[in-house]
């Protein structure tokens, strides 16, 4: 079962704009499909809106601080719609339908049979799922936590979905239970970003905030698909495009939102077909090529410095950085050719993205996982940096470093305790204010979770959100992983790929959504969230929630902790009654939540303080650090190419809404793989045609998938992508990268050819 065909593949290119009547069109078509015509708009006029509204559960791009009432996009309204469905998952559903059954059925038609009703837990007997009560279903995790050797053998993951007070509460139960075990979907997407900013900046988060984007000169985009992952950041670059600002975007591909735009709110514009440009230049490097540009735009730059006093701001390296003069030295040791050959781009390109920033007062770089997903993920983080640095990029209004986050509150999640490798000084506040006594050993990340369930050292996962089977590298291993374990427990909204992929015993806890009221024994709550420039603001639900039997988050932890911890001081119920006491409790323990309840009311909430916003830098030097990192090797062997996974247009992480991805011009398919026409012709693969691909890992193992079928398109030589998660199998597990762990899925070498031939 699936999304109905609406006919054969195809493949047609896409020359309107980003958003405008396209988006209209499908967010119209797909408010049809799911028979919200009345809450869909109703969900449109609250979405975003200060105090009296609910945040978005799509992305973390930060809310308009002009007061916009429409700050919505195409993709939030179709995640809200798909959430706010009217059909229904309950036990009728689970009664015609054993699990080997729906193990069949496609993503796309597990999620569409609608929203998760009440809790139940699978019968190993009988193979289907059934009803358990709250208090049995939390009696049975507690039961099997308490009966655990070591603390250690759970492990506690957590989606991005999850708002600021219950992941405060989640990692507090964990760590009272004995573990820093808190893998999250960070360790897959940005843990690169934050570890390099810490090493460059001290601070493991951007520095700007939207008012920089509006009054920066020149922004450079890396490896980020805006009109599909970020939609709301259109209005930012078509407003910096009118003020006249410079736009670089870098990607293999050139996206839609690198083209051009109209924003749907702009009513005048949408009614006379008005677009506007997005970008005044677009390189496209060869994948994992990013590193080389930062350092040839850095080597221009240096080279220019002799003729050009300004070309540096020399002042500003001497006050606040080190490492300057090492820095420079590589730079200078590096020949242009290397650079133009591991970048893949001429070295004409790469001055002109160079001359843009030296002309450029105020400069903003902004990536994403087009960056993050390498091998050398850190090393071009840092580049970044050092770019920055070069020019005094730092402190100042419209200049710093902007890491684009994905999920809705995944900056949110570690800000508030979500790190398994926690610092001391969050551990002593967490011990005086709580009253435990956390542990002081590292934990387990995503990876290294996944690797412990398959040895058996972890037998308890507790999935807070998202979908922890396909979200992961490795398919198969990571399928075979969590059907070892003793309990799988995945708290949810909607029927999904973890619920089937289990362990021996298996709990489905249905939560609220965000859309959803969450009423408590004080009355209506909120929850708040960080969205990726580190404003944290109140969403508050707006619908009667899906089913009576639905708990909150928070609810949901505070039951799971007193069951796993019948003794423990912590005041879980009372908490709960009030998330105003959670609050309270966080003010308490985290940097920059002074006075949360009074700031987080305020008209747009309050920002985190960013000390290298203010150039304070908490380095072991007290400055800003020049990295100085070797140039990766980054061409593919002969006869290989390097792939990455990405997202389609009509999909949310996980979540697939069609089989169409509009911008890409492609219809009916995802088994497709997107290739350069040469790369094509040289192996002799027609277009439309299926092909064979297989991924040789780090450790020599291959891994296959056959049947896909060859989409020539705009990509570099050497280079080809295509979605995930159907191409998360081609990731081993061993994959990942030494610099931050993270899942190489952006740089897989893989070999492409005509289905049945031999590689």
Not at 408 to 416: A, E, F
């Amino acid at each position: 079962m699936g999304p109905t065909p609406e006919g054969e593949p195809r493949v047609r290119p896409y020359h309107h704009p980003a958003a405008g009547w396209g988006a209209a069109k499908s967010v119209t078509r797909f408010m049809v499909r799911e028979g919200a015509l009345v809450d869909g708009p109703r969900a449109i006029m609250k979405m975003n809106h200060e105090r009296t509204g609910f945040d978005c559960p799509g992305c973390a791009w930060p809310d308009d601080t002009k007061g916009l009432h429409l700050d919505i996009c195409e993709n939030g309204i179709k995640h809200v719609t798909w959430e706010m469905t009217r059909k229904r998952v309950g036990r009728e559903f689970f009664a015609a339908h054993s699990v080997t059954e729906l193990s069949g059925w496609s993503d796309y038609a597990l999620e569409n049979q609608g929203r998760l009703t009440e809790p139940m837990v699978y019968d190993a007997a009988t193979d289907y799922y059934v009803p358990i009560t709250w208090k049995d279903a939390f009696a049975l995790v507690g039961r099997t936590l308490r009966g655990l050797d070591s603390p250690h053998r759970a492990a506690y993951y957590t989606s991005g979905r999850l708002g600021n007070e219950a992941t405060f509460l989640y990692q507090l139960m964990a760590r009272e239970l004995g573990t820093n075990n808190l893998p999250d979907c960070s360790n897959m997407c940005h843990e690169a970003s934050g570890r390099a900013l810490q090493a460059s900046l001290g601070t493991g988060k951007g520095t700007v905030d939207l008012k920089d984007w509006e009054a920066t000169d020149a922004l450079f985009i890396l490896g980020v698909n805006a009109a599909s992952n970020a939609p709301r950041m259109l209005t930012a670059l078509a407003e910096a495009y009118h003020r006249g600002a410079q736009i670089v975007h870098v990607n293999p591909l050139v996206e839609a939102a690198a083209t051009r735009t109209i924003i749907p709110h702009d009513f005048t514009d949408m009614a006379l077909g008005k677009a506007t440009r997005t970008s005044t230049l677009n390189l496209q490097p060869r994948i994992g090529g990013d590193l080389a540009l930062l350092r040839g735009m850095a080597k221009a730059i240096l080279e220019q410095a002799p003729s050009d006093p300004k070309a540096l701001d020399q002042e500003f390296i001497d006050r606040h950085t080190t490492g300057f003069a090492e820095y420079r030295a590589l730079c200078e040791a590096t020949p242009w050719e290397e650079l133009e050959r591991q970048s893949g781009l001429p070295r004409a390109d790469i001055l002109k993205a160079a001359r843009v920033y030296r002309d450029a007062d105020r400069s903003i770089v902004s990536w994403c996982l087009g960056v993050t997903q390498h091998e050398h993920g850190v090393d071009t983080v840092r580049e970044i940096v050092n770019l920055l640095l070069l020019r005094g990029n730092l402190g100042r209004e419209g200049a710093g470093p902007s890491p684009v986050r994905g999920h809705s509150n995944v900056q949110g999640n570690r800000t508030c305790g979500i790190d398994h490798r926690p610092a001391p000084e969050f551990l002593d506040r967490l011990a005086e204010v709580c009253g435990i006594d956390p542990p002081r050993e590292h934990g387990l990340d995503t990876v290294a979770a996944i690797r412990a369930m398959r040895d058996g050292e972890v037998t308890v996962f507790v999935g807070m959100g998202g979908n922890f089977a396909l979200a992961a590298p490795d398919t198969p291993y990571t399928f075979a992983a969590l059907r070892t374990c003793e309990l799988t427990v995945q708290v949810s909204t909607k029927l999904n790929r973890s619920h089937l992929v289990h362990g021996r015993q298996a709990l489905i806890l249905p939560c609220l959504g965000r859309t959803e009221k969450d009423q408590q024994r004080t009355g209506l709550q909120s929850t708040s969230v960080e969205d990726s420039m580190s404003m944290v603001h109140l969403s508050v639900g707006m619908k009667r929630p899906a089913s009576p039997d639905l708990l909150s988050e928070p609810a949901i932890i505070a039951g799971l902790a007193r069951a796993a911890l019948p003794d423990s001081a912590t005041p879980w119920e009372w908490y709960v009654e009030d998330y105003d006491r959670i609050r309270d409790a966080m003010a308490q323990v985290l940097d920059g939540f002074e006075d949360f309840n009074r700031r987080v009311r305020l008209p747009l909430g309050f920002r985190i303080r960013q000390p290298a916003r203010e150039l304070v830098f908490r380095t072991p030097s007290g400055r800003a650090e020049f990295s100085a990192a070797a140039l990766p090797d980054v061409v593919p062997a002969p006869g290989t190419l390097a792939l990455g996974t990405m997202r389609s247009h009509d999909q949310w992480n996980t979540t697939i809404y069609s089989d169409d991805d509009r911008y890409r011009g492609v219809h009916n398919l995802r088994t497709l793989v997107f290739m350069n026409r040469d790369d094509m012709r040289e192996r002799g693969i027609a277009e439309l045609t299926p092909v064979d691909i297989t991924s040789t890992a780090r450790d020599g193992s291959r891994r296959r998938l056959d049947g896909y079928l060859a989409v020539p398109y705009d990509i570099p030589r050497g280079c080809a992508a295509g979605y995930m998660p159907e191409m998360n199998v081609l990731c081993a597990l061993g994959d990942y990268s030494t610099q931050s762990d993270q899942p190489i899925m952006k740089h897989l070498k893989v070999t492409i050819v005509p289905a049945g031939r031999q590689p």
